[in-house]
């Protein structure tokens, strides 16, 4: 992590009382970036799963958390348990679509529109070298921005665990932890190590948004 980064959660001061849509009346909390601001790696998600929402932390506070946190661990990225709300995230950074959790449905068109600045603000501030979308909603936005193929002809499980050349990025589609199969898992974290074997820095020179 940067010498100079005082906090892994939140560490460029997002608003984290934020009131620029109606997730904010069914949120505990919400739920900015976390981890080192120097990262290779930008895990997203689509938005908070209950765990974060009590914790504060992405992917941590439920059984889904820990499972995306083994996965880091096994990669060199995490030197936490599994199970810890404040992972020792090195060389990655997690984050959300969108930044405030409902209990019942996901994030709407509308409520994507309103946290875009947020997400936009942490690749651009992080300048990452792969994008990591986690589920179908994080792929759908971040391939319909960072990607000039068309965001429909990329599939979550046809992709898991595969590089697409991205618009100064590449992704590395993920299948959400908790609907992996063990199969799956493996598959990921053996591209991953491949990948990270590999002179994956080439793509440094992306355009500005």
Do not use: W
């Amino acid at each position: 992590m940067n010498a100079k980064q005082e906090e892994r959660s939140n560490p460029f001061g997002m608003d984290e009382a934020c009131t620029n849509c109606d997730l904010c009346e069914t949120r505990e909390q919400v739920v900015h970036g976390y981890g080192d601001v120097d990262a290779h790696f930008l895990f997203v998600g689509e938005m908070p799963g209950d765990g974060a929402d009590e914790t504060g932390v992405p992917f941590t506070g439920d059984a889904a958390g820990e499972r995306l946190q083994e996965i880091l661990g096994r990669l060199g990225l995490n030197e936490s348990p599994p199970d810890a709300e404040e992972p020792e995230i090195e060389n990655a950074f997690l984050t959300y679509v969108t930044r405030c959790r409902h209990p019942e449905r996901g994030p709407t068109d509308g409520e994507i529109m309103t946290c875009e600045p947020y997400l936009n603000a942490e690749i651009r501030m992080i300048n990452p070298e792969i994008l990591v979308p986690i589920g179908e909603g994080a792929l759908a936005e971040i391939a319909t921005e960072y990607t000039t193929k068309p965001a429909a002809d990329i599939d979550i499980v046809a992709d898991h665990a595969t590089t697409i050349r991205g618009r100064g990025f590449e992704l590395v589609p993920m299948i959400r932890p908790e609907n992996q199969t063990e199969e799956q898992t493996e598959a990921f974290v053996q591209h991953f190590h491949e990948l990270m074997d590999t002179d994956y820095r080439q793509t440094k020179g992306r355009q500005g948004r």
